[in-house]
């Protein structure tokens, strides 16, 4: 080390010792400045809430000219012909020793925005700071991350921060009014008075940003975005009525960062996201449809089983589990969710870390208590359970995989051993035939 940053003084050392009351601060201001300030080249565009931030980025990095995406599946800068910068990272949003140095590589191969997933985590723990966003997104507020945050009122209190501390005097607040938690974000960008607020809502007509007349449908999304007064038909193949919502916050940013609108409907045409509600069997309809999504809280579940429940010709099996060493309350609730969409679920492993499988089982099992037998399986080993719901389905059924989506690991205790549901999910089909 050249320096130490420090909260109190550490007495005779051989490198220099900055004495400050926030080291983590520092380290992002410090870090910014090392990397050159990139955000003052960069237009960053932060993404914040429970669920909808991945989704949402993956089309802004459509939507948007020339733009980087930051979050939990890509780091990247990726546009034809260019520097491809692509690094894995260990959380949704990168330290700043990564996050800095990447956003000035970004900038160097000629991004002009950059999408960026922003986590509570982040938020709290001040992974951003020397981040200033033009436009600071928010999704929704449900349950997640009480393993850190305590209580949902202190969620709420590290997702304001995003307005409060890192939008840019004169940027652009974009929140969705529909979900639980936008009066706080809409009270924190008042407060502000510096920035301007646009609101997004499929129920309301009273708000800058809305769609009309959508249609959802096993091919995904069609309707018409409205943004301020300008109006385009759209059309993506996202599935769901919450793919909706992710679209419309997606565009809101795009406008608010200067994007056409004929650019914005391309992007939502392309939008391919990894393991958010990916499907994973050959579509011909001679097998079960197989499709793996990333939904890891009690409302993304039931999202996301909602969304394939009215396109179910026949039974609805949905694999599940909950990570160790996290919010233990959400596990019967995990359980309810499940337990109210499937017609069988398979109740499984996902990350246990360093918690026995079986133990994190049990208290998803209270949600079953009076279920008929045959709704439920339970069955420890992940790949055992994905493969047993595989050959249970017939054609016309389908089988939700959730809790992993893109991720390529499982962490047995202190082992991370190579898994991605989609691998077992396409051996599984294979077997079949």
Avoid at 153 to 168: D, I, T
Wanted: hydrophobic residues 45%.
């Amino acid at each position: 080390a050249v320096a130490i940053v420090a909260q109190r003084a550490l007495g005779e050392l051989a490198v220099p010792v900055i004495v400050c009351d926030d080291t983590r601060r520092a380290l992002g201001t410090a870090a910014a400045a090392l990397a050159g300030q990139p955000d003052r080249d960069l237009a960053l565009v932060g993404v914040t809430g429970t669920n909808g931030k991945t989704t949402t980025t993956f089309l802004l990095e459509g939507m948007l000219e020339r733009a980087g995406i930051v979050g939990t599946v890509a780091c990247r800068y990726a546009p034809e012909g260019e520097v491809r910068l692509d690094e894995p990272t260990r959380f949704t949003t990168p330290t700043p020793t990564l996050l800095q140095p990447l956003l000035g590589r970004m900038r160097d191969a000629g991004a002009l925005r950059v999408a960026m997933e922003v986590s509570s985590h982040a938020l709290e723990m001040g992974r951003v700071w020397g981040c200033t966003f033009r436009v600071a997104a928010f999704s929704h507020l449900t349950q997640d991350h009480l393993d850190l945050h305590g209580d949902m009122q202190s969620y709420l209190a590290a997702k304001r921060l995003l307005f409060e501390r890192h939008l840019a005097p004169g940027g652009t607040a974009v929140i969705n009014v529909d979900g639980d938690g936008a009066e706080a974000m809409l009270e924190a960008a008042r407060a502000r008075g510096d920035v301007e607020i646009v609101r997004c809502s499929r129920a309301r007509r009273d708000v800058e940003a809305r769609i009309e007349q959508l249609v959802c449908d096993i091919d995904g999304l069609r309707g018409e975005l409205c943004l301020g007064d300008e109006r385009a038909a759209f059309a993506s193949p996202l599935l769901g009525e919450f793919n909706a919502d992710n679209v419309l916050l997606a565009a809101a940013c795009a406008r608010a960062a200067g994007s056409s609108m004929q650019r914005i409907v391309a992007g939502a045409a392309a939008a391919r996201v990894p393991g958010r509600l990916e499907r994973v069997d050959d579509a011909s309809g001679a097998q079960p449809a197989v499709l793996v999504d990333y939904a890891h809280t009690p409302d993304a579940l039931q999202r996301a089983a909602a969304v394939l429940r009215p396109l179910c010709a026949g039974r609805l099996y949905v694999v599940f589990g909950c990570g160790g060493d996290r919010d233990r309350k959400k596990r019967p609730m995990m359980g309810r969710a499940a337990r109210e969409q499937a017609d069988v679920a398979y109740v499984t492993s996902d990350n246990p870390r360093s918690e026995r499988p079986q133990a994190i089982i049990d208290e998803i099992l209270p949600a079953f208590e009076g279920a008929p037998a045959d709704s439920y399986v339970v069955e420890v080993d992940r790949r055992a359970a994905i493969e047993a719901a595989i050959a249970a389905a017939a054609p016309g059924d389908i089988v939700l995989v959730a809790g992993k989506g893109h991720e390529d690991y499982q962490i047995l205790g202190a082992q991370r051993i190579h898994f991605d549901d989609r691998e077992v999910a396409r051996e599984a089909l294979a077997a079949r035939t």
